[in-house]
Structures are given as C-alpha cells and as structure tokens.
C-alpha cells in the first residue's frame, strides 16, 4: 500500500516544533493501531523560509534526513522558494527532446 503524507506547520518558535514533533508521534501511533508502517529512511523534513527554527524531527527514534529540495507531483520543491532548480530541469528536459528531433 502507497501512502503519502505531507506536514505542514508555521515555525515561530520551539513550542511550535514541539507541536509538529508530536504531529509526528500521533501519525506513528496510527501507524502501529492499524498494523501498518512507514519507511523512515523515505521520510524527509524541509524547513522553508529563513526565520524558520531548523529543529530536527523524530519518527521511532530515527532523526528524519533534513532536505533542502524535494521533487513533488513533478515540480522541485526547494527551501528557498527560488525555482532555478525547476527551470534547469525542464532546460535539460527540453534539450533531450530536441537532441531527439
């Protein structure tokens, strides 16, 4: 079974990475109700914007690998907002289909 699961949260301080944390904790303990489990070392954690705390996440013990650019429905998705790393992949896309033509 595929299942993707995507967390959200505004960072203003460490109560808030408190929150998010158990965030984490809850979707663990759904995980082990309905017999299921989450590969971890497919979970990743991005911290968007500059003010943002950078605190790392946990899920079973297992510190989450913390990313500063993650590809989502096709599009590159990085911690600075900035979309040169998409614009170089579809300027790469695009010279393949013309080396093709």
């Not at 203003?12 to 809850?26: A, E, G, P, R, Y």
């Not at 017999?35 to 500059?50: A, D, R, W």
């Amino acid at each position: 079974m595929l299942m993707i699961q995507k967390f959200f949260r505004h960072i203003k301080d460490s109560s808030d990475s408190s929150i998010m944390q158990k965030d984490f904790d809850t979707i663990v303990e759904w995980a082990n109700k309905w017999q299921t489990e989450f590969n971890i070392n497919k979970c990743k954690s991005m911290h968007l914007g500059k003010t943002n705390v950078k605190e790392p996440y946990f899920m079973r013990g297992n510190i989450l690998e913390t990313v500063d650019q993650e590809k989502d429905l096709g599009i590159i998705i990085s911690s600075d907002f900035k979309c040169s790393q998409q614009c170089l992949y579809a300027y790469n896309r695009a010279n393949k289909v013309l080396g093709m033509i």
